[in-house]
């Protein structure tokens, strides 16, 4: 396994993490500094990229560090700077895409696939659990890939991150409805060694923000 941090910036290199069966490949884009993930089968070199966030050059060249095909786009939630690249590379690799039902009408390009909580996403011969999390947007979603070989991988949009939830503040968002289903259907289903893949900036683990839940609540942020 690569010495992996997850510490990536726009214009920087990308951070590999290479498990049994699947390589994850990270990077950062745009002025938000958003993270995008490569995931590739190592079985059949099929690809899966989470967040389609921004330049689509870099995001054309993250794809060929791998295979060079890009077979699935998961988009994790509507905003906009998670989807500026989408349609171009929807475009240039005609990949099978998905996002959250409550999101789908939102996106520049509807999804293929509307996901819900519980759907799996199949990338050659891995799997991805889906999980629905309401509260920063609608149909907000994460996809958590279970390592057979070592501990879960959580993808987790802009839902959850290292220190907090993600924003909740402005109209149409909901504190009390995200802080349920990231305790409910994160912390109250994965364990402490489940590493967190955010939407920007460095990673995490459920471990490291258990702790944390009760403050989060009583903060309300």
């Given at each position: 396994?690569?010495d992996y941090t997850?510490?990536?910036?726009?214009?920087?290199?990308?951070?590999?993490?290479?498990?049994?069966?699947?390589?994850?490949?990270?990077?950062?884009?745009?002025?938000?500094?958003?993270?995008?993930?490569?995931?590739?089968?190592?079985?059949?070199?099929?690809q899966l990229l989470?967040?389609?966030?921004?330049?689509?050059?870099?995001?054309?060249?993250?794809?060929?560090?791998?295979?060079?095909?890009?077979?699935?786009?998961?988009?994790?939630?509507?905003?906009?700077?998670?989807?500026?690249?989408?349609?171009?590379?929807?475009?240039?690799?005609?990949?099978?895409?998905?996002?959250?039902?409550?999101?789908?009408?939102?996106?520049?390009?509807?999804?293929?696939?509307?996901?819900?909580?519980?759907?799996?996403?199949?990338?050659?011969?891995?799997?991805?659990?889906?999980?629905?999390?309401?509260?920063?947007?609608?149909?907000?979603?994460?996809?958590?890939?279970?390592?057979?070989?070592?501990?879960?991988?959580?993808?987790?949009?802009?839902?959850?991150?290292?220190?907090?939830?993600?924003?909740?503040?402005?109209?149409?968002?909901?504190?009390?409805?995200?802080?349920?289903?990231?305790?409910?259907?994160?912390?109250?289903?994965?364990?402490?060694?489940?590493?967190?893949?955010?939407?920007?900036?460095?990673?995490?683990?459920?471990?490291?923000?258990?702790?944390?839940?009760?403050?989060?609540?009583?903060?309300?942020?």
């Open positions: 396994m690569t997850g510490d990536v910036a726009p214009g920087g290199p990308t951070d590999t993490r290479e498990l049994e069966h699947l390589v994850i490949r990270k990077i950062a884009v745009s002025e938000m500094s958003n993270n995008a993930y490569l995931l590739t089968c190592r079985a059949t070199g099929e989470i967040d389609a966030a921004d330049d689509p050059t870099r995001l054309t060249a993250l794809i060929r560090e791998g295979t060079g095909s890009l077979e699935h786009i998961v988009t994790t939630h509507q905003h906009w700077d998670h989807v500026r690249a989408l349609p171009d590379l929807v475009d240039a690799f005609h990949p099978r895409t998905y996002a959250g039902r409550d999101d789908a009408e939102a996106l520049p390009v509807r999804p293929d696939v509307r996901l819900a909580q519980g759907d799996r996403i199949t990338v050659g011969q891995c799997e991805l659990a889906v999980i629905h999390l309401r509260g920063h947007t609608p149909g907000s979603v994460a996809v958590a890939y279970a390592d057979p070989a070592g501990h879960t991988h959580l993808f987790t949009g802009d839902s959850l991150f290292p220190g907090g939830i993600g924003n909740t503040k402005n109209p149409g968002q909901s504190f009390d409805s995200l802080i349920e289903d990231v305790s409910a259907r994160l912390f109250d289903v994965f364990d402490d060694e489940t590493w967190v893949y955010p939407g920007h900036g460095g990673d995490t683990t459920l471990g490291a923000e258990r702790p944390h839940l009760t403050e989060w609540r009583e903060r309300g942020w």
